[in-house]
C-alpha cells in the first residue's frame, strides 16, 4: 500500500537512491514525512514533479494513491 | 516527410547514422546535422573519466517525439534525425546527433538548432560527469535558457 517515488538527477543524491517507497496521501504529508533537507531540496522553485508520467502544474491539494509514481524532476541538462 | 527519433541505451556511429539519413533523402537540396560527443576535458588538467545521461522514462522519448513535430510544423522539411544516448558514455562517444534535410539550407538550419536548444534546455534528461574519481551534475547555463528563449517570438 504505498507510493514509489523516483527522484531524478541531482535529486538522486540527495535521497541516497533513485526510488524509494512512501505511504499514500497527501503530498504535504508525504513530505513532511521526509528529511528535512531532503523535503527542501524537492521543494525548490524549479523542480517539476509529475505523477504516473504527467506533469502537475498545481501541487497544492495533491493526494497520493497507491500504486501512483511520483517524480521529482529537477532542472534539466541534456544534448 | 520521414522522422526518426530514438533514445538509445548503446553506442552508434554518427557517421553511419548520417550517411543513412541523407540517402534516405535524396530530394533534400540540404542536410544539417549536429554531432555532440562527449567531451575528454572539463578544463585545464581536468580529464572526463566518463559522462552518464539519465532520463525518465514516461517522459523523455513522448517529449523528444512532441519536439520533433512541432520542428516539422515550423519548417519546411523532407526528413529529420533525432538520436539522443542515455547511460554511461566515453571521451569521444557520441551523445546526440540532430540532422535537418530539407529543399532549401536555411529551413534545415533552423530546425536543426531549434531541435538542439530544445533537446539541451527542455527535454528530460540529466548529465552527471565523472572527474578525478567523483560523479558531479551538470547543472543548466544561463545561456541555455537565453538559447531556448530566442525560439518563443518568432
Known amino acids: 500500500m504505498s507510493v514509489r517515488l523516483v527522484f531524478l538527477g541531482r535529486l538522486e543524491d540527495a535521497a541516497g537512491g533513485a526510488t524509494r517507497e512512501a505511504a499514500a496521501g497527501s503530498l504535504a504529508t508525504l513530505l513532511a514525512r521526509l528529511e528535512p533537507d531532503l523535503a527542501r531540496a524537492l521543494t525548490a522553485d524549479r523542480v517539476r514533479i509529475a505523477i504516473n508520467g504527467t506533469l502537475v502544474a498545481d501541487r497544492t491539494a495533491l493526494v497520493l494513491a497507491d500504486g501512483d509514481e511520483l517524480a521529482f524532476l529537477p532542472p534539466v541538462s541534456g544534448g | ?154
Open chain 2, 1 to 154: 516527410m520521414r522522422v526518426d527519433v530514438c533514445l538509445l541505451a548503446a553506442s552508434f556511429d554518427p557517421g553511419a547514422e548520417l550517411a543513412r539519413f541523407t540517402a534516405a533523402h535524396p530530394r533534400a537540396g540540404g542536410v544539417v546535422s549536429f554531432l555532440g560527443q562527449v567531451r575528454e576535458s572539463a578544463g585545464e588538467d581536468r580529464p572526463v573519466e566518463a559522462l552518464e545521461l539519465k532520463h525518465y522514462e514516461p517522459l523523455t522519448l513522448p517529449g523528444m517525439r512532441r519536439l520533433a513535430a512541432s520542428a516539422r510544423e515550423r519548417w519546411t522539411l523532407d526528413g529529420l534525425l533525432m538520436l539522443h544516448r542515455s547511460g554511461v558514455m566515453l571521451p569521444g562517444d557520441a551523445i546526440v546527433l540532430v540532422a535537418a534535410a530539407a529543399r532549401h539550407r536555411r529551413d534545415a538550419f533552423a530546425a536543426a538548432d531549434f531541435a538542439m536548444d530544445h533537446l539541451k534546455g527542455e527535454s528530460w534528461f540529466w548529465k552527471r560527469e565523472r572527474v578525478g574519481g567523483q560523479w558531479r551534475w551538470i547543472e543548466p547555463r544561463t545561456e541555455d535558457f537565453a538559447d531556448l528563449a530566442r525560439w518563443r517570438w518568432r
